[in-house]
């Protein structure tokens, strides 16, 4: 218990101004501004404002598309490593004889590893642009972006384990 000579002897400095009567560890939050989240239309009369962002064609998305994927790959050497393990988790499938769900089921793992590691890949950027990336918000949102990285990678791995070990009973006469 704290004592009543000193009111604040046991809370924190975030905690230190509060009543005694609010529950600690919690943070003030700032007033809701309801106008602030309306949808703002504009009128047929303002020139120069659209709904469509500038149209861009197929051939413009994919070189757009294929220019990130060399930032990302350029950015982090963790693309390497999915792709040594990639290559590796191929030639066993194929010395294991794995047939078409089973490929299916490896690329898609393969795939949504990738796709993982590229949106962690974004967000380390736009952590790095925005302003110190050691700022704790920026921290925990790297940190999130790499769990997205570590689920997908592991759920992968599983699949992965399953594909090939059932495949590799095949081939031994374990399974039918």
């Known amino acids: 218990m704290s004592d009543p000579t000193f009111p604040n002897h046991r809370r924190g400095p975030i905690e230190a101004d509060a009543p005694a009567d609010e529950p600690r560890g919690l943070l003030p939050v700032p007033e809701f501004d309801e106008q602030r989240f309306q949808l703002q239309f504009p009128s047929d009369a303002e020139p120069g404002i659209t709904a469509r962002a500038g149209r861009r064609g197929t051939r413009d998305k994919f070189v757009a598309g294929v220019r ?29 004889g794995v047939n078409q769900w089973g490929w299916c089921l ?22 790095r642009a925005i302003g110190d990336p050691d700022e704790p918000r920026l921290t925990i949102a790297r940190e999130i972006a790499a769990a997205g990285v570590l689920v997908v990678a592991f759920t992968s791995g599983a699949v992965t384990v399953i594909v090939l070990s059932w495949n590799l009973a095949q081939q031994l006469g374990w399974a039918p």
């Open 68 to 96: 990130g994927l060399k930032h990302a790959i350029r950015g982090d050497s963790s693309f390497f490593a999915h792709f040594y393990r990639g290559v590796m988790i191929a030639i066993i499938a194929a010395l294991l």
């Open 106 to 127: 490896l690329i898609l793992g393969g795939s949504q590893v990738l796709l993982a590691e590229i949106c962690h890949s974004a967000i380390d950027t736009l952590a």
